[in-house]
């Protein structure tokens, strides 16, 4: 699959979560761009605002399985991965599969769940994969985790680690509708939500042909210095107790792969890489406490790096 019709798929697709989701193409894009990367989302936003409409709208798209864990305290990681079954009849153990062996998983509310059940999910992420007595299970192609917790309500909450942080490429808000786009929305939900009939408008065939083509776009070493630059500011900056992992390196050269690839492009450039960075980053970075207390945050903190990181030219 060539970057042009990786280009006109993802608008195809875009235009069809647009049916459901009103006025928010940036975070359609961006979400599409992690999947196309074969990574994993967090949302971050209050309720409301279609989180869980934005995942059933990516899975119907591409004509994929899609499984919801609702995430609470009492929450078991065999919920989510499986457990093994003892068999009357047989005399053997067999595995039953949980909702992790699917496409399309949304992990709601995530950081309801102890941490004991929030790391079943870190094999799956990190290698898409789990493993149950012994025996390693692998999961269905493609397969994403798209997970949302609510930044207002703590109580009752369990912070996600930074391991599992680190697996997510992106964090995701998306916001408010404008009043225009709101009213809009009223007019297509009076009746029924569109999420119902909305249809397919690819395959899973045919994402995974994109996901590995994405791959292939290609990448000047100034890109990788460029990239490697921008992460290595973020572990030396004095406000930074901890910078971004090499697996923050990686979501950056992904993401950006796949943002050059939906503009029709086989190649990567500068503003594909700062376009990323804002969703790539800041995530993976726990500030010092004084930081905090002045206000500083890791997205205004990303951003400063993004302004001041000049591109090398190399040799």
């Not at 292939?216 to 406000?239: N, P, W």
């Amino acid at each position: 699959m060539q970057a042009p019709e990786i280009r006109s798929l993802t608008e195809r697709v875009t235009s069809n979560i647009e049916k459901v989701i009103v006025g928010k193409r940036e975070a359609i894009n961006i979400a599409l761009a992690a999947v196309l990367a074969g990574g994993h989302i967090l949302v971050e936003d209050v309720p409301g605002v279609g989180k869980t409409i934005l995942c059933r709208s990516l899975a119907r798209s591409f004509a994929c399985d899609f499984q919801r864990i609702q995430f609470t305290p009492d929450l078991l990681p065999s919920d989510i991965v499986g457990l093994s079954i003892f068999n009357m009849k047989t005399q053997q153990f067999e595995f039953k599969s949980g909702p992790v062996f699917t496409n399309f998983l949304l992990a709601d509310e995530i950081n309801r769940a102890t941490p004991k059940t929030q790391s079943a999910l870190l094999e799956a992420m990190g290698e898409r994969q789990v493993t149950v007595d012994g025996i390693t299970y692998p999961l269905n192609e493609p397969f994403m985790v798209m997970a949302t917790q609510n930044p207002i309500e703590y109580e009752g909450t369990f912070p996600l680690p930074e391991a599992q942080l680190d697996r997510f490429i992106i964090r995701l808000r998306i916001g408010y509708p404008g009043e225009p786009q709101e009213r809009e929305m009223l007019q297509r939900l009076r009746i029924s939500h569109p999420i119902y009939s909305l249809e397919p408008v690819s395959s899973k065939e045919e994402l995974i042909e994109a996901q590995k083509a994405t791959r292939d776009v290609l990448v000047d070493d100034t890109i990788f210095q460029y990239i490697t630059a921008l992460v290595s500011a973020t572990r030396i900056h004095e406000d930074v107790y901890l910078g971004a992992s090499p697996r923050g390196s990686i979501a950056l050269l992904r993401l950006s792969q796949a943002l050059a690839v939906m503009q029709g492009r086989s190649y990567i450039v500068p503003d594909d890489v700062k376009a990323s960075a804002p969703y790539a980053l800041p995530h993976r970075l726990l500030l010092k406490t004084e930081a905090r207390l002045r206000g500083e945050t890791s997205d205004s903190l990303v951003s400063g790096i993004i302004s001041t990181t000049p591109l090398s030219l190399g040799n």
